[in-house]
């Protein structure tokens, strides 16, 4: 039944990310061949970069062309009716962060499969979660958003700190997971709410 | 035969790929290294992604050195005769297009060696046809000239396509190969010619 | 001994490298986590880039936690005390030449342990040495300072060269692997102390 839930909220997080990329493509002009690359990139981008690193290859979206797909479904809808969904602005941020939460635990979870320690691990989960988003904002030509604004990647290690201090104190790992889910998603939602921000460094 | 053929066809299209990218990095004022970097990086940029998604390392430019000394004589020479190769832009062209339709195959054949299914072999053409163009651009910090301009990649995917869709009807394989790269070639050069572009969106 | 001396300069490049990388991303008023993500990527950069293209994958420092845990905390140092490392700006150009003049050195060796030709070694010390300033520069959205200013990823190829043509002289490899760390060294300091640079091209 996790493996289940978990599926649908990755979907559901897949979803999300193709079409925050839509967005930021149409909004940059592109053509559509590059909305649907920067829609792709946004989605699958953080799990690229997590297989490559770890060795995991063919990485996760050449083996479940089914991912391709609803990629290529959602960015197409989205463009068709960008003015319907453009009003769920809400409904798409909160998605986002439930994807954040949970593409964190995936790669999390994978690092621990290939036996690494907890510190590389948090490193993959934050990598999952957020490097789709790094790399579409390099690819359109801005200085990635999470560098500059929100608590973005922040959220990311302060939930994979979190659950190896629950796994130290015995928590079942299924519940340990919803938990670290929620904290990252409540997290976010908290501070694009009341527009908090790390403090800037001046040189 | 047809091994000769792509071979000689993989050599011009890797030359004319040095050479565009001598030109673009030459155009940033970039010094000798730096240029040289750019032409070698657009010329193996697409196959390396490929390489690496698939996990087929070391890529293949560090298992046949002759790729890097035809890259660097190539952009040498590029850079002493400039004057001279600006009169064949026309060629180079008709090079540069070519080479898109025969890395395009290469690309979807090494991802049937590997086992993949149509969607992703037809992806893996795109990014061996177009990744070296998109990191070329994104080092010389600019946004990748395929995603505003030029049907540059929706040639590579159209090809793909019809690469399957002749295999459907069990159209020989060398004859569909042919066809493909017959096709992304003249495809581009109408494109061009008649200055056709996609849509654009705005958000 | 020479491992225990490479170690030890290794240590130092990678804390010339997560200085360098931290104050960059000061300058462009980067929140914390900006900060870390930079040094981070500055650091292990070159040596990631390596792995992927050789296929030595988990890479290197995912195998170990000690290289991110120094890298934090030199960071953290840095921002802290920055002031204080400001005045020390020599001694930290010291260190990054000679932390070049190393990752060279270890990029070179390890393509030789994957049984590769020399070309290639010489481009993976190249990579070892320059790629994480590469990749810092572009997602801080910059064209990469080694492709234009200084002869930076020169020395690396230099060096690479005076390496081999010592090793064909047969000397025994700690001497040569001593004087082409020197010899990246030195040379960085009189292009920098004499401002020289390779011409530029104009197209």
Redesign the interface.
Same mark, same amino acid.
């Given at each position: 039944m996790q493996i289940n839930t978990m599926e649908t909220i990755e979907t559901l997080g897949t979803i999300s990310f193709a079409i925050s990329g839509t967005?930021a493509?149409?909004?940059?002009?592109?053509?559509?061949?590059?909305?649907l %690359? %920067?829609a792709f990139v946004t989605s699958i981008g953080g799990g690229?970069v997590r297989d490559?690193?770890?060795?995991d290859?063919?990485?996760a979206?050449?083996r479940d062309?089914n991912y391709?797909?609803l990629i290529l479904l959602t960015s197409i809808a989205t463009?068709f009716f960008?003015t319907h969904i453009k009003k769920f602005k809400v409904t798409l941020f909160l998605f986002d962060s439930l994807g954040l939460g949970l593409f964190t635990m995936l790669g999390i979870q994978k690092g621990m499969m290939?036996g690494?320690?907890p510190?590389?691990c948090v490193?993959l989960g934050t990598i999952t979660g957020c490097f789709g988003g790094?790399i579409r904002d390099?690819?359109?030509?801005?200085?990635?958003l999470?560098?500059?604004?929100e608590?973005y990647?922040?959220a990311c290690?302060l939930g994979g700190i979190l659950y190896y201090a629950l796994k130290y104190f015995h928590l079942k790992d299924d519940i340990a997971t919803i938990a670290v889910i929620s904290f990252i998603f409540i997290l976010r939602i908290i501070v694009v709410r009341y527009k908090l921000?790390?403090?800037?460094?001046?040189?």
């Open positions: 967005f493509a149409m909004q940059r002009r592109l053509d559509p061949f590059g909305v %690359i %920067i690229t490559l690193l770890i060795g290859t063919p990485v979206w050449m062309v391709c797909l463009i960008k290939f690494l320690s510190g590389i490193a790094v390099t690819l359109l030509n801005t200085i990635p999470i560098f500059h604004k608590v990647a922040t290690i921000a790390l403090p800037k460094f001046v040189y």
